[in-house]
């Protein structure tokens, strides 16, 4: 009798076991690359499929597959190595690819151009381009994430002038950038961009005014069309595609008016009609009534998104001290969307010079507002009835020199101050791209500045204004009487704030 081999079946038995496992594990591995991560096959460590085979998985948008091309990081020739697919990475591939596929269905992109990616970290759009056969495609950030992603210069891109077919910027990356490097990537890509090529910008500009704020940015294109899309992600569910097309040398100042008219915007004219309403009659008690009207005020930050602003500018005119409404006020209560406001006093009075030497981020301007460049009398007016102290200070107003106040309506101090054109200081200062806000408080000088404002077109430069009209109004000392320090009416302050709600101008009642 033979003695039973049991060796051989034994390693058999384990060869089939090993056989079966290997199976199983490529089986798994494949249905996780294709149905966890959404990877084609060739992206991975192994598989078994040809590197042509393709099909579509439900929810990525028509026409898109899971085939994906190698990285290049040139126009030619494949590279590597490739960046961590993480599920957020590859969502944001195929959102892409989903994206551009439609801009070249719309013809702003081709096979051929040459293109360009701004502010992506990694390089999601790049990657996308690449694989729909875009290959001339690269990415910009300030750290390089290659090969898909080149690192920018502080003070600039590696490109020369007019070298891109089509720029890209994705996400709401520009919403979120700072003002200087918003300035920055605005500035580089109309440098970069070809004439008559195309950027394709994403981001929020959820209302009226801050699309057409991003629109003012880039003075070197036209608007050829802006849609609303469904986002990726729940950070941005919503994105506003706008696609500028850089206008061709004779075009580029076509839109430039006289330097002393404007016309404000309509979109700006919609914020007026959000307003508070005004208060239209002449109140018995303006120290209180004005007073208690500032809880009524729509402030523009609250009804619109001032992202995309080149500067943020509060200029106080008439400032007195530091604490009457840069500190007290605009400091605290103002809405800034966490923006960094240039603040400028401008203030006639020399007794406040002195706390603004230690004010950090304001910069005084120790002359007059006024129509014109001379030197005027600056008047500082004592109510009557009231008892002045050692530190307080009246109300000061300007007049011309040569021009005599009548007796009855001067009971105070008088000093020479040099007065400036402030419109035109105002037009040199600032430009449409920035975001102005503005309060006079001028003890009845506004009665010659706002008219001048609006000669000159400079009102148009000025977002939000918060004015204090001055008129002949009932004395708190005094019942019955009123101040003699003023001629001007209530009725002419109405006409005042009406006139610049009428042009479009958003001013409020200030007290």
Known sequence: MEPTIGKPNFLSNILVKVLLFGVLIIIVRFAYIVTITGESCNLGGFCFLPENFSFVIAGTGAGFSTANRAVESTSAGPSGPYPSKSKDWIKAVHFYSDIFHDLVSDGYLTAISKTLCVETPYGEEVFALKEIGILDSIGIYKKASKPLVISSKENGWPFDENSFDFIFSGGDRLDKASQ?????????????????????????????????????????????????????????????????????????????????????????????????????????????????????????????????????????????????????????????????????????????????????????????????????????NHDPGKKVKDKARGMGRIQPVKSDSSPGSFNGEVDEIEGFDFAEWLKSTVTERDFVVMKMDVEGTEFDLIPRLLETGAICLIDEIFLECHYSRWQRCCPGQRSLKYEKTYGQCLDLFTSLRDRGVLVHQWW
């Not at 109309?190 to 004439?195: A, D, E, H, I």
């Not at 008219?261 to 209180?288: F, N, Q």
């Not at 402030?299 to 530091?322: H, T």
């Not at 969307?337 to 005084?364: C, H, P, S």
């Open 180 to 380: 200087r490097q918003l300035d920055l990537t605005v500035s580089e890509i109309q440098r970069t961009l070809k004439p008559e090529g195309f950027f394709v910008a994403h981001v929020i500009a959820k209302d009226k005014y801050s699309l057409n704020s991003f629109l003012d940015l880039f003075n070197s294109c036209k608007l050829i069309k802006s849609l609303d899309i469904e986002g990726y992600n729940s950070s941005m569910p919503f994105i506003r595609e706008i696609v500028l097309q850089k206008k061709v040398g004779s075009e580029v100042h076509s839109d430039v008016t006289s330097e002393n008219t404007c016309s404000i915007p309509g979109y700006k004219r919609d914020l007026v009609r959000h307003a508070e309403s005004l208060i239209m009659e002449e109140p018995l008690k303006p120290w209180i009534t004005l007073k208690r009207n500032i809880k009524n005020i729509k402030y523009l930050p609250a009804m619109a998104d001032i992202s995309f602003k080149s500067r943020y500018v509060y200029v106080d005119v008439g400032a007195r001290s530091y604490g009457s409404s840069i500190g007290s006020w605009f400091k605290k209560q103002y809405p800034k969307q966490n923006r960094t406001f240039d603040v400028y006093a401008i203030e006639a009075d020399k007794a406040f010079y002195g706390e603004y030497r230690v004010k950090k981020g304001v910069k005084l301007l120790p002359y007059a507002a006024w129509v014109r460049n001379e030197t005027l009398r600056f008047e500082i």
